[in-house]
Nanobody, 129 residues
Framework: QVQLVESGGGLVQPGGSLRLSCEAS????????IGWFRQAPGKEREGVSC????????YYSESVKGRFAISRDNAANTTILHMTNLKADDTAVYFC??????????????????????WGQGTQVTVSS
């Protein structure tokens, strides 16, 4: 059974940084993908960044490209989302998700939500002065 636990959310001022962690258990290490998604009040859940173990590829939405970075700590089975230069529009609940395969496109770098069957509980990120 796949379990995903997020941590690291909180309140930060505009321009600040946060580091989110996703600890995964029960996943196959032969091939996996870990993604970070977010959902703001009244908006649909959207893909932010994702990592594919097949070749170590990383993907980012246009809104976070250049500000967020995803990395993998294999020893701890943890995926990190480093967020810098945070803006008020980044305020949302951030979710970690696991997939055994997804298709990336220009409009959806982390594919479609149905391709991610396993989800964590989410962690709140609030960017406000």
């Amino acid at each position: 059974q796949v379990q995903l636990v997020e941590s690291g959310g909180g309140l930060v001022q505009p321009g600040g940084s946060l580091r989110l962690s996703c600890e995964a258990s029960g996943i196959s290490l032969d091939y996996y993908a870990i993604g970070w998604f977010r959902q703001a009040p009244g908006k649909e859940r959207e893909g932010v960044s994702c990592y594919s173990s097949s070749d170590g590829s990383t993907y980012y939405s246009e809104s976070v490209k250049g500000r967020f970075a995803i990395s993998r700590d294999n020893a701890a089975n943890t995926t990190i989302l480093h967020m810098t230069n945070l803006k008020a529009d980044d305020t949302a609940v951030y979710f970690c998700a696991h997939s055994s395969g997804f298709g990336s496109s220009r409009s959806a770098p982390c594919g479609e939500l149905y391709q991610w069957p396993d989800w964590g509980q989410g962690t709140q990120v609030t960017v406000s002065s």
